[in-house]
């Protein structure tokens, strides 16, 4: 489509927004945090709608059967005494499971949000569940769009967070460099201190530091929601920071929760933002630590493989014919006196002379050919790496995007957040 032109000077209008495409990582994730909010007002308003109605019925069905039972089981005696003491404690049993002897109701507008906000992060306590047909059909729909776009969520606070680390340490790293720089000579090219300048440009940082920021964060969000757990819902320090964990990590056992008991609008709002924080962190660390993890197992590999090449090197070298690695040929068989004057005789021997140069030949030529193809394949891997290296230091992460977007690509080895943290430090083992 061509550019809209003004009528009066008929130069083109400039664009009032920026290519959004060269920055589409950024926008995606600008973009979803609203759109997440959103999906979880929505949720919470439908599974207060569908839930909140049964819940208040089955309260009060429950309060009903359990103080006719608590009448009546005074006037029981013997065996019929025992028997309703018993159905009683399976009531309250079952009301306890059900969330229905808290002290707030459990699908309210906050506590519906609280619940969708379970669902897309994938922690699922399993404290607050829907027990209506319709709320679970709802919660099928609900969770696949809802865990998808959380997962999203957390791979894009995953990128931001390595490049906002990544460029920090690497304008530490320049200026450390600056410091340590000698002043140029007048006969040194001024292509110097460029090449120098790109080359701090080009610096990745280490995934051990990044590893080491990056648990320092964690730890520090896991401690002051400890902290804020214990004083909230009254706990011991080591409760809350097991809850915390169990909870920043998605595994949600369900045995300990937060927010059961009545609790005001600022502390939901701070469980919301600390619950985020964390499951972002938590998530960022455990990529991290996936790849200290496949660098370890990269490096297991190496040294097994050297550990059986070395017999096989050793067993090699013992079964060869000669020290030198030459070829042993061995003669013709000579015939007798009697034989060689014939002319039979000599046709054989002329015969044997040719298969046996042909067949040097062919051994000479086979092996040639393979050290011309040994040559030939590492000139092609040196060719090949240089390349990919050249084009990853030239080349932004957004700018490759854009440009498979636009020749309609996709590198299936740019997806995951495995594939997220190698692009931003040390790259591809």
Not at 131 to 156: D, P, S, V
Not at 224 to 251: C, H, N, P, Q
Not at 258 to 269: F, L, N
Not at 388 to 406: D, F, T
Request: glycine fraction near 8%; proline fraction near 4%; charge should be positive.
């Amino acid at each position: 489509m061509a550019p809209s032109e003004d009528g009066e000077s008929g130069r083109p209008l400039a664009s009032c927004w920026p290519p959004l495409q060269r920055h589409e990582d950024t926008c995606r994730f600008v973009l979803l945090m609203p759109l997440l909010l959103l999906y979880l007002l929505a949720g919470a308003a439908l599974f207060h709608a569908v839930e909140h109605g049964p819940e208040r019925a089955a309260q009060r069905r429950f309060r009903a059967e359990f103080d006719a039972l608590r009448h009546n089981v005074t006037g029981l005696s013997g065996g019929e005494a025992l028997l309703a003491m018993e159905r009683l404690l399976q009531l309250q049993r079952a009301a306890d499971r059900r969330g229905l002897l808290s002290g707030r109701p459990q699908w309210d507008l906050a506590g519906s949000f609280h619940f969708c906000c379970t669902v897309v992060s994938t922690i699922g306590w399993g404290w607050t569940a829907p027990h209506t047909l319709t709320g679970r059909l709802l919660l099928i729909a609900y969770g696949l769009f809802g865990c998808a776009g959380g997962i999203l969520f957390f791979n894009l606070f995953l990128e931001r967070f390595i490049t906002l680390l990544s460029f920090v340490m690497r304008a530490f790293h320049g200026r450390r460099s600056a410091q340590q720089v000698v002043p140029l000579e007048p006969s040194r090219p001024p292509s110097a201190a460029s090449d120098a300048s790109s080359r701090a440009h080009r610096w990745k940082p280490a995934v051990a530091w990044v590893l080491l920021y990056l648990l320092g964060c964690t730890a520090l969000v896991l401690q002051l929601a400890a902290l804020f757990y214990a004083r909230g819902e009254r706990w011991d320090y080591v409760k809350a920071t097991y809850f915390s964990f169990v909870s920043f990590a998605t595994i949600g056992f369900g045995d300990v929760v937060a927010g059961t008991q009545t609790k005001t609008g600022w502390y939901s709002a701070a469980n919301f933002l600390l619950t985020v924080a964390g499951v972002c962190c938590m998530y960022s660390l455990f990529n991290i630590v996936s790849i200290v993890i496949k660098q370890a197992l990269h490096w297991l590999i190496r040294r097994l493989d050297a550990l059986c090449a070395l017999p096989a090197a050793s067993a090699a070298k013992e079964s060869s014919p000669a020290a030198g690695g030459s070829l042993v040929v061995r003669g013709t068989p000579r015939l007798s006196p009697q034989l060689a004057n014939t002319p039979r005789a000599g046709l054989e021997l002329n015969d044997e002379r040719q298969r046996r140069n042909s067949m040097l030949d062919n051994i000479t030529y086979n092996r040639e050919l393979l050290q011309a193809n040994k040559v030939s394949l590492a000139v092609m891997q040196n060719r090949l790496c240089e390349s990919v290296h050249q084009s990853r230091s030239n080349s932004a992460l957004a700018a490759s995007r854009y440009q498979e977007m636009e020749h309609g690509r996709v590198s299936f080895g740019s997806l995951g957040s495995v594939a997220i943290v190698s692009r931003k430090l040390e790259g591809d083992d």
